[in-house]
């Protein structure tokens, strides 16, 4: 599968209809048992996170909290696309609690762009926030319980292939490779030796990053800081066509879920 060629500057793929989409997750996680609350309002807009309980009242000491986000760059259509599957698929282990957040940035997709409507990165908001909507998701994160992982989906309109990147510093079982084997069968994997300038290895790249050197945190920093001690931020290819980039995040998100069955 070559690349679409479409994308020079920026990403000029294929656009969602936000509005729709965000209607169309509020409807499948209603059907599917989630809870639901609206942590910031912005005009018409309302940031939903949702919450899936495990299947029984007292899960075993096993089960497993997975935070999952999407939608924090306006111009990556395929990562709220991916959650709103993920959530009609319903395929999440029984003991698993799942904490996802949707869409971060709904004003973005408005308009095809990375930033919100006054020009911040929101992915760049995490140690002294700006915004309101990055203020509201750290307060409605403070409320949780920690995370036994989290996973943070997006795209890279530059990239050849898949990658991503691992947060891991206690070393623990990485889900790494699990996610690469599951995404290869779907999409091409970037297997450059530099991506982003980071070293990267088969698509997997750890970067050596001290949250405290680092003034404008992603939301993958302040989660590894506050939330968690492992996690991973995946990247699909958007270059490539949005159905190949869906059904990539998706299965990486579910040989992560999955992993320790």
């Known amino acids: 599968m070559q690349k679409l060629g479409n994308n020079h500057g920026g990403y000029h793929g294929e656009r969602i209809d936000i509005h729709a989409v965000l209607r169309e997750i509020a409807a499948a996680a209603q059907t599917h048992g989630w809870t639901k609350k609206n942590f910031h309002t912005h005009g018409e807009f309302q940031w939903l996170a949702l919450h899936r309980h495990p299947a029984s009242l007292r899960p075993p000491p096993s089960a497993l909290r997975i935070y999952l986000s999407a939608g924090i760059h306006g111009d990556e259509p395929a990562a709220p696309l991916a959650a709103l599957k993920l959530i009609q698929q319903n395929h999440w282990p029984a003991d698993a609690e799942i904490f996802l957040v949707p869409c971060l940035n709904p004003v973005g997709y408005t308009v095809n762009k990375r930033e919100n409507p006054d020009g911040i990165d929101l992915n760049r908001d995490y140690r002294n926030p700006k915004t309101d909507s990055t203020r509201a998701h750290i307060a409605w994160l403070e409320q949780q319980p920690p995370f036994d992982f989290y996973l943070c989906l997006h795209e890279d309109w530059e990239s050849n292939g898949f990658y991503l990147y691992e947060q891991n510093p206690d070393q623990k079982v990485s ?60 990247e699909a290819p958007s270059d490539f066509p949005i159905a190949m980039r869906v059904e990539a995040l998706v299965a990486a998100v579910n040989a992560a879920i999955n992993s320790r069955r």
């Open 175 to 234: 889900l790494a490779e699990k996610m690469i084997a599951a995404v290869k069968n779907i999409c091409p994997i970037d297997l450059s030796e530099n991506i982003e300038g980071r070293t990267a290895r088969n698509g997997i790249i750890h970067p050596n990053l001290s949250p405290a050197e680092r003034p404008d945190w992603p939301e993958a920093l302040y989660l590894i800081t506050h939330k968690s001690r492992q996690g991973y931020t995946l």
